[in-house]
């Protein structure tokens, strides 16, 4: 009998191996394929856009026209929730992830980002690749018992993929979806990863950014903590943002006045400041090429104050008129320019010779790690993001200030918010 037992628990665990690469294989596959097609897309774009600023206001409203058309006729007049989708599903047995959310979410990422949607690919990533994970674990009795933790390997293969860090992509799994670590995420999740890593690996893909760190300085410790604060600040102003606009456009009953009163005002931000076109990184590309040669100015000032109060502003508007995606992207946009920002003003008026890229990867970091709560996924993702390991500490000291900052203004993030919770 002892036997029989070991034997059906061994044939379980080969069925769980081979289908965790299955997974992460799949996942990844999905990440790379709508990373390359939207930075492909989007550079042709905001090139156009740059050129004839009519574009401007001519992509965002087609845009997300086209995500409503698809919505109504394909993908069953049903709106993506983003990662509450995951939640749902994890923390009931009888809800499941759609199989049509692979597409949908695949799909209609590429085209809010493309056409001007101040967002990023990231959460349309992570539930399509949770969906995978979803449908998999559907396929064969014997791992209903494993829901979470296969939707988890989903994820973290996404993750892996999206920003070449197999750790991220675990811790996030466990900080924000799973939150318990079991044997099978463990095995599930590390398989997922390293089958996630080995195909990144052999398409040799190279890191999002190309940055030198070189050296980080003690007396910089209570500047970097002033950093992680305000980063707090605004990650909190990030998450009512977004909030705020979900509860005010709700109230809009006619999808199409959603997507003009959207649209108009993601155009309007687009003609003041491009760089908040799509997922931003383009900027963030810019911004890293020589930061120590940017002067501050009164021009820079305001285009920087303009561009931390806008992106907000506009990623809500994004998501509320029917573009898909979430907070990872604006969070790192912001961040850098929060960084930058705080860098420039130190080094000028304090003369506390900072070095500039510094705080724009550490700040990075931090408004990610205040907007999601997960501190541990932010340093290795950014990390990652940079190939560089650096600034790990001060990373982990700025990431953990800046999350607790956040929770003790706002306990809440758009993930975890629900009207019942806030009462």
Known sequence: MMQTVRN?????????????????FLSAFLGVALKKLTEYYEEIFSHKAAINPLYYILFPIFGLSVIYFLREYLFKKKENKGIKEIFES?????????NYKISSHFINGLLT???????????????????????????QNVFKEYKTELICAGVAAGITALFSSPIAGILFAL??????????FLVSNLIAVLTAFGLIFLLKEKPLFTVVITTWHLKAIPYFILLGILAGFVSVYLTRCVLFFKDQFSKIKTHYFKIIIGSSILSISLLLF????????????????NPNEIQLTLSIVLTFIG????KPIVTSATLVSGGDGGVFAPSLFIGAFLG???ALVLNTYFNAN?????????????????????????????CGLTNDYTLFVPILVVCLISKYTAKTIYPFTVYTYSPSLAK
């Not at 059906?8 to 997974?23: A, N, R, T, Y």
């Not at 994890?90 to 759609?98: C, D, G, H, I, R």
């Not at 969906?131 to 559907?138: D, E, F, L, P, Y």
């Not at 491009?274 to 090429?289: D, F, M, N």
């Open 175 to 184: 900080e924000v979806i799973s939150r318990k670590v079991t044997r099978a």
């Open 307 to 310: 561009i931390l109060v806008l």
């Open 354 to 382: 900072v070095i500039p890229i510094n705080f724009i990867i550490i700040g990075m970091a931090a408004v990610l790690s205040a907007s999601i709560h997960a501190p541990f996924t932010s340093i290795f993702l950014v």
């Open 90 to 98: 994890t923390n009931s047995k009888s809800q499941n992830l759609p």
């Open 8 to 24: 059906f628990q061994f044939l379980k665990l080969q069925k769980l191996v081979v289908v965790s690469i299955l997974i992460g």
């Open 340 to 342: 930058l920002l705080v």
């Open 274 to 289: 491009p760089q908040l076109y799509g997922e931003g990184y383009h900027a963030i590309k810019g911004l890293i090429v």
């Open 113 to 139: 980002v493309i056409f001007g949607g101040s967002t990023g690919i990231e959460v349309s990533t992570v539930v399509a690749s949770a969906t995978i994970g979803s449908v998999a674990q559907r396929k």
